[in-house]
């Protein structure tokens, strides 16, 4: 089983920084971030993933002002200075293919891949708002379809990139005066529909070979994308018969792309409440439910769904089922109305059952009784593992690296130690070969 560490804001619940025992400013500070990249590693997880954006949602800004989700650092200036305090756990930093030339993504992800002996993963995303568009000057965000047929071909760019040298280019030959050795300097000339590269990288060929490539698109267009170029996928199920459908889909479109099962991880996100008994832990997810600001749980659901205009419901009535689709995270607007439709939730009740993880499993029990749905959901093909959302931390991460990792260790399901020193052996991914290597 693989577990990674998800950080993002001072905790994945909405209301995580109202918490009493939370210090709402700690997400800013290097020395918070060493304190629980620290408790990941020391509890052997793969890696810490930390999210993005690039841009502040709004206005209204008194609504903006309720949530402390949006403003984290740099992730990847970020995790170049938490790799200098950490050995072995793995470092994936989310950034989009829309917005970033694909020259200097490929330059930053090598250097981070060299300075932390082999330990990066990019997690592509394509953004999915309107307000990250108008931070690059642009209107509105391109549609669904098109940033994911870019997305393809970016990829494609960034692999090319990171192929420049082939692994024992740099000779270092003073006696013939040569640095490196030209026949294995492979430039980049790419001309398709999207994109004009020629060029090469400076960096030398990463220790990982490509940095390990994650994706955490759920739609159709996100599946095909993934199947085509993802190494591990971030995906949100509800149940575990979701989980299994998705799970034998997109590992079904492998074939396509001449790619086996297991050269693909599938880490849905759990939010786990973890007591030593049940009412303890009930009473821990109550607790951060009664602080969900209406007028926030409200805004949660139009951010994701498209910027939909929820104002002229009262919040509880119905969740409409006849909403406008939009060209926004079009995978987590089905979740969320197939939710409401299953369970006939209102506005108030759909904000409330997706406050915790915007859609992700939220799981309240006993370590033992946590540990038993994850190894139900392992065993019967449901997932590789999972992505842990602590609703605050440190407090949450804590409590699953004390209580339940050791549960699945006595279980055989989780190591106790490391036995690589890169991602890729973590994940048990190979190590790409040039393609160019003779």
Do not use: C
């Not at 490196?180 to 990463?206: C, I, N, S, Y």
């Amino acid at each position: 089983m693989h577990l990674g560490a998800f950080f993002f804001g001072v905790g994945h619940h909405l209301a995580a920084w109202r918490h009493p025992d939370v210090d709402p400013g700690a997400a800013s500070r290097i020395e918070s971030l060493r304190e629980w990249t620290r408790i990941a590693e020391e509890a052997k997880f793969d890696a810490i993933f930390f999210a993005d954006n690039v841009g502040l949602p709004g206005p209204p800004d008194d609504a903006v002002a309720k949530n402390a989700l949006w403003y984290p650092l740099d992730p990847l200036i970020t995790l170049a200075a938490l790799s200098q305090s950490t050995s072995r756990i793995g470092l994936v930093a989310t950034v989009s293919a829309t917005y970033l030339p694909a020259y200097h993504l490929a330059r930053k992800y090598a250097a981070l891949d060299q300075i932390s002996g082999g330990r990066s993963g990019w997690n592509l995303v394509t953004s999915g708002s309107d307000f990250e568009a108008r931070s690059f000057g642009l209107p509105r965000q391109l549609d669904h379809a098109h940033r994911y047929a870019r997305a393809h071909e970016y990829v494609e760019i960034v692999k090319g990139l990171w192929d420049t040298w082939e692994d024992d280019a740099f000779i270092h030959d003073k006696a013939a005066n040569r640095y490196f050795d030209p026949a294995k300097l492979h430039r980049v000339a790419h001309e398709g529909e999207h994109f004009t590269v020629h060029g090469g990288l400076q960096t030398p060929r990463a220790p990982q070979g490509y940095p390990v490539l994650v994706q955490a698109g759920s739609s159709a267009d996100g599946q095909d994308l993934a199947a085509a170029t993802a190494e591990v996928v971030f995906t949100a199920q509800q149940t575990v018969e979701d989980a299994r459908a998705f799970y034998r889909s997109l590992k079904g479109r492998l074939a396509t792309y001449g790619r086996a099962p297991d050269q693909l991880k599938i880490l849905p996100g759990i939010s786990p409440f973890i007591g030593r008994s049940e009412q303890e832990a009930q009473e821990k997810f109550e607790q951060l439910q009664s602080l969900i600001d209406p007028v926030l749980g409200v805004g949660l659901l139009s951010t994701f769904l498209g910027n939909v205009d929820l104002s002229r419901y009262s919040v509880d009535d119905p969740f409409p089922q006849d909403l406008p689709v939009t060209e926004g995270w079009k995978s987590r607007q089905e979740l969320f109305a197939a939710l409401a439709k299953r369970d006939g939730l209102s506005i108030r009740q759909l904000y409330e059952k997706v406050a915790g993880a915007r859609g992700h499993w939220t799981i309240v029990g006993t370590p033992e009784s946590i540990a038993d749905q994850l190894e139900h959901w392992f065993s019967t093909g449901a997932a590789d593992g999972f992505n842990v959302l602590a609703p605050t931390l440190p407090h949450g991460l804590r409590d699953f690296a004390d209580l339940v990792i050791p549960q699945l260790q006595r279980r055989g399901l989780f190591r106790r130690d490391y036995a690589g020193r890169t991602l890729r052996e973590h994940l048990g991914l190979a190590r790409p070969a040039h393609p160019k290597a003779r």
